[in-house]
């Protein structure tokens, strides 16, 4: 099973961001080089009926489950799916990976209203890359929507 290490929300968003540990990815300047062990967290399996709780209790301020890392694609892709099944209804899931889109495989975008791609480049950094109403860090990133980019 893949490891949460802790959920947040962000009002600005309407998200509630859920932590995965684990990435292989080990970018230069990584935003969260802290989530990068798999042995970080608990099991999934600890975090879901947490998680439902909370989205039932605050549901009506929850609009959006963003799955963040770490690198959420460096687990096991069933355990990913797993969890995204486990959401309810009515709520839109991003899922943020530094992968390319055509490296993300297309379970993932059957289940996904949104994907960020692209890997941090410090070197690309800026403030100006604004997609769907998120500000990505660097200008090789880009969110696609489901319905409209896929």
């Known amino acids: 099973m893949a490891n949460i290490v802790c ?10 961001e859920i ?5 292989y990815q080990l970018c230069e300047d990584c935003h969260n080089p802290e989530l990068q062990d798999f042995g970080l967290g608990s099991s999934q399996e600890f975090w879901i009926e947490k998680i439902l709780s909370k989205i039932s ?5 929850i609009e959006n489950i963003w799955l ?9 892709h ?3 799916l797993y969890f995204i ?11 943020f990976t530094s992968y390319s889109f055509e490296e993300v495989p297309q379970d993932f975008k059957d289940v996904c209203d949104y994907i960020k791609c692209g890997k941090y480049n410090k070197d690309l950094r800026t403030k100006e890359n604004v997609w769907h109403g998120v500000n990505l860090a660097t200008t090789n990133q ?4 489901k319905g409209l980019d896929y």
Request: contains cysteine; positive net charge; hydrophobic residues 35%.
């Open 142 to 145: 880009k969110i696609f929507k």
């Open 85 to 95: 099944r486990k959401m309810p209804n009515g709520k839109r899931i991003w899922l």
């Open 57 to 61: 209790e605050f549901g009506n301020l």
């Open 7 to 16: 959920t947040q929300f962000t009002l600005e968003n309407r998200a509630l």
């Open 19 to 23: 932590y995965f540990s684990g990435c």
């Open 78 to 80: 069933s355990d990913i």
């Open 68 to 76: 963040l890392g770490g690198e959420p694609l460096d687990n096991y």
